[in-house]
């Protein structure tokens, strides 16, 4: 009996799993390829001024994804940093929308996407605005902090202004099995956290200390970026809690509830944005790797840049120690 092309092909691949072999392969599965060019596409508008979007679509992170086949993608880090060179090199671009839906990501991540937001519009001089989705949380919160204004869906969730590193303690478990480490170690902080050993008094402290600095870090990156409010109250809030978007701009976190439209609205009518005369309808444009033109705002996602993995969903990805600018739950 035989089989037909595509079963052997799913053969194939699963053979590659159950080896643990790798054979680089070149293939264009209908997504971008690795050396895929951004090219500007126009979501709607006709005159020549331009505003750009940018998605901020999951877990910031500087780590690019793993293809099916075995390539690597642009991480949201190098992605969102491609799109604002990009934008920098176009006169007709006047302004910057941050379309974000993230809980945040890696402390060191967070701050870059911050730090190069604040260099983008130091040089080009255009404003930036951000729009929440469903969630912008810590880290992306962090990131809209370098932005002019802040704009959250009404059903937003948003906060969540703290760092966690997350950690587990598999000893006494492995003790019972009888399984011991047998780790040797130039001093007695070299694995501090470690699963396989309980955490000193001392070592508690140690890392409570570096949280407590990176922590001082978002805060004092808050207090910059919403400076109407007061710190004693700021204090009382950046607790780690997450808000509604109505309790967000009650506190002080953002500056409206809206849609799209609420967006592209107020980023014209912001002072720094210096539109050509009589350029009253400016095409709403964003970068894409594809062919395929998106029909709404709502369809531009970062996954294109960084696209989901197939092999981390089903098998996972390895973990790292990190101090994250999450909002885990």
Request: net charge positive.
């Amino acid at each position: 009996m035989k089989l037909p092309v595509l079963a052997w092909v799913y053969a194939a691949i699963l053979a590659l799993f159950l080896t643990n072999c790798y054979i680089p392969i070149n293939a264009n599965l209908g997504g971008p390829t690795k050396s895929a060019e951004l090219r500007e596409k126009i979501l709607s508008g006709k005159n020549e001024d331009k505003i750009l979007i940018i998605p901020i679509d999951g877990v910031i992170s500087d780590e690019g994804e793993r293809t099916f086949l075995g390539g690597q993608e642009d991480s949201i880090l190098a992605g969102v940093k491609k799109q604002l060179e990009l934008a920098e090199l176009d006169p007709e671009i006047k302004a910057v929308i941050l379309k974000i839906n993230s809980p945040g990501g890696s402390v060191t991540s967070s701050d870059i996407l911050y730090r190069e937001i604040q260099q983008f519009k130091s040089r080009k001089k255009i404003p930036v605005v951000s729009l929440f989705m469903d969630t912008a949380a810590s880290g992306a919160y962090y990131i809209a902090m370098a932005t002019d204004w802040i704009i959250a869906h009404p059903t937003t969730v948003t906060g969540s202004i703290g760092v966690i590193l997350s950690g587990i303690n598999v000893k006494d478990g492995l003790d019972k099995l009888g399984v011991k480490d047998q780790s040797i170690r130039s001093g007695g902080n070299k694995t501090i956290g470690s699963p396989l050993e309980e955490l000193s008094s001392e070592q508690r402290k140690l890392l409570q200390s570096i949280v407590d600095d990176l922590f001082e870090k978002f805060f004092q990156v808050v207090k910059t970026g919403r400076p109407a409010k007061k710190e004693t109250e700021l204090r009382k809030i950046a607790d780690g809690r997450i808000f509604t978007a109505s309790q967000a701009l009650q506190h002080g976190l953002i500056d409206k509830i809206g849609y799209f439209e609420t967006a592209v609205q107020d980023t014209m009518a912001l002072p720094s944005y210096r539109k050509t005369p009589d350029n009253t309808n400016p095409k709403i444009i964003y970068y894409s790797q594809t062919a395929e033109k998106r029909a709404n705002f709502y369809q531009i996602l970062s996954p294109e840049l960084k696209p989901d993995s197939t092999i981390s969903k089903l098998f996972g990805t390895s973990k790292q120690v990190r101090f994250l600018y999450l909002w885990s739950y």
